[in-house]
């Protein structure tokens, strides 16, 4: 019995045993915490004024209600794996939709290798159809999925053949080539055929690419099958290919689209009528699939009696290729894939995909600008409690996966930096679309690589030349940082008030050590502009 199950889920003990001592540890200093703030409200200090000891209770208490949220994770961590070779059943059809909405901010070669990858998947091709819904209808990309097809009728056998893991030929022939294995001559003679066949691909998507046609904002739906097997084929015939479809939906200038929603909504409808698949896999235009058994190992949940009848999705964690060895921007988001996600089928609810792990640094840097008053001092030692217990769980929870103590360190700058940012303003947003001040809007995100914006990120450079109204808070908390530290200092100096000024100095000196590549930047920035 044991042997032919689908999937299993470990506990690791000792992780479990550390996060929750862990979890107490900081669980005592926040109770006690808790109990200055309103008992010295309360019993009124003289040495409090009330309204910043309101504030500062308040963002206490906001920053522990999320730490009590992440808990959450760290309470019962689990494991997965799956075992699709136990698959027994046959194997339900799959309709895949891709989305694209604009060829410009979306290369259409990074769209056609979405397409390609999927189609290459390791399932039963006539079980799989592919749809690509295309927002902008534009020629372009019909052009080039007719290409694609043409390529993939060559590519798809090749990967199948010698079991290749990248099946994205971008990928495959740029940066992870290197990981596949060598197989002699006849592997490479194919290769180098397949390549060439690749490199056509790519210079037919460029020539249709130069016939630019300005997107129209009203226009009749347009659906095209671009590749259909002969209903005859047999199944194991390694040249069989899924069903292609391309999708673009009927727009009209005066009605909503809402966008990829729609694009969703009309995939339903077409496939709907072409297939019919009891099981949808949705991608955005930029993802590849890095496994080719990924549609097999969802089976494994889907297909278990005892899952699937509270499963509504499986949900496959999404990672950025091309990291950089610095990481400045913490762009493998280990907490939300290593930390999170493996641990959210623990919770029935959901929490945004934002999450981050607070480590207590959000809420006292506004104790910095105060001189530590005579009655806070008994209870210093809960805050630094609190403090160091967060950075500890941290840095064990970064170890723990297998990664470097430079990973730790960026994860706690982007941490501080979303807090300024993302989250902040997401918030704002948030709360002006539900007062009604501001309508929500969708902007694609441009999925094209600009050269020196790569440049930078390789030399572990930060990017200060986004949107203003981020770079502003952020460079203000660095500045504030600064003229702390150098405050803090000089009244150490000047007064000898080192018990006092402690709290300020050390705080704004970590704060501002943190973000040393922002501040680099800044003065780079500086000197450009006046050289
Ligand atoms: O009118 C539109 C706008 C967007 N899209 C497609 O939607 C996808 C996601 O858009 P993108 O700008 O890449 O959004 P991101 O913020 O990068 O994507 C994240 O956030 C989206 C909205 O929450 C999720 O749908 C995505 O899966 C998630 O990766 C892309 O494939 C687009 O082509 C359309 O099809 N039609
Ligand atoms: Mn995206």
């Known amino acids: ?119 290459s998947l390791d399932y039963p091709p006539e079980k799989l159809n592919v749809y690509l819904s295309d927002d902008a209808g534009s020629p372009i990309t019909l052009c080039a999925i007719k290409a694609a097809a043409l390529f993939a009728k060559s590519w798809i056998p090749f990967c199948r053949k010698h079991k290749l893991m990248t099946r994205s030929p971008e990928l495959y022939f740029d940066i992870l080539k290197a990981d596949q294995p060598k197989q002699g001559n006849e592997f490479l003679t194919e290769e180098k055929e397949i390549k060439e066949k690749y490199n056509v691909l790519k210079e037919q998507v460029e020539i249709a690419g130069r016939n630019r046609i300005p997107p129209t904002k009203d226009r009749p739906s347009h ?8 209903m005859n084929v047999r199944s194991d015939d390694l040249t069989n290919m899924p069903r292609l479809v391309y999708v673009a939906r009927e727009k009209r200038h005066d009605q909503p689209h809402h966008y990829k929603v729609g694009a969703l909504n009309a995939l339903l409808r077409v496939s709907g009528v072409m297939s019919n698949s009891p099981y949808i ?93 005579q009655g806070l001092r008994p209870w210093f030692i809960w805050f630094v409690i609190y403090f160091t217990g967060g950075i500890c769980h941290h840095l064990f929870d970064v170890f723990n996966s297998g990664e470097s103590f430079n990973v730790w360190w960026n994860e706690m700058r982007m941490a501080l ?14 709360i002006m679309n539900i007062i009604g001040i501001k309508k929500r809007e969708l902007k694609l995100t441009k999925k094209a690589v600009d050269k020196d914006e790569l440049e930078k990120y390789e030399k572990g450079n930060f990017e200060l030349q986004g949107d203003k109204i981020f770079i502003v808070p952020l460079v203000i908390i660095v500045l504030l940082n600064i003229v702390s ?47």
């Open 417 to 430: 930096i979303k807090c300024v940012t993302c989250n902040l303003f997401g918030c704002l947003d948030a």
């Open 485 to 531: 530290f150098i405050g803090g200092i000089v009244r150490v100096v000047t007064q000898g008030s080192f018990d006092e000024m402690f709290a300020q100095v050390f705080l704004s000196f970590f704060i501002s050590i943190l973000n040393y590549p922002i501040i680099k930047e800044m003065v780079t920035r500086k000197k450009n502009a006046t050289a």
């Open 281 to 373: 896999l949705v991608l955005d235009c930029d993802m590849y699939c890095n496994d080719p058994s990924s549609a097999r190992q969802a089976m494994c949940f889907h297909l278990d009696t005892m899952i699937t009848k509270s499963l509504a999705f499986v949900q496959f964690p999404q990672r950025f290729y091309k990291l950089s060895k610095n990481d400045n921007f913490d762009s493998q988001m280990r907490t939300a894939f290593k930390y999170v996600l493996r641990i959210l089928h623990a919770l029935t609810l959901i929490l945004p995909s934002d999450v981050i792990v607070h480590n207590g640094s959000s809420a006292l840097p506004f104790e910095r600008h105060n001189r530590l008053p």
């Open 1 to 119: 019995m044991e042997d032919s199950r689908l999937s299993i889920i470990k506990v690791p003990k000792r992780l479990r045993a550390i996060n929750r001592a862990f979890t107490l540890i900081r669980l005592i200093p926040m109770l006690a915490l808790l109990y200055y703030r309103v008992s010295s409200l309360i019993f009124s200090h003289k040495s409090i004024s009330v309204f910043p000891w309101i504030l500062i209770s308040i963002s206490e208490l906001i920053v522990g209600f999320l730490w009590l949220l992440d808990q959450s994770f760290a309470w019962q961590p689990i494991s997965r794996a799956v075992f699709p070779e136990n698959i027994s059943k046959e194997l339900p059809p799959i309709d895949v939709y891709i989305c694209t909405a604009d060829p410009e901010k979306e290369p259409v070669l990074n769209v056609m290798n979405t397409v390609v990858s999927s189609m």
């Open 223 to 230: 659906i095209e099958i671009i590749h259909a097997d002969d």
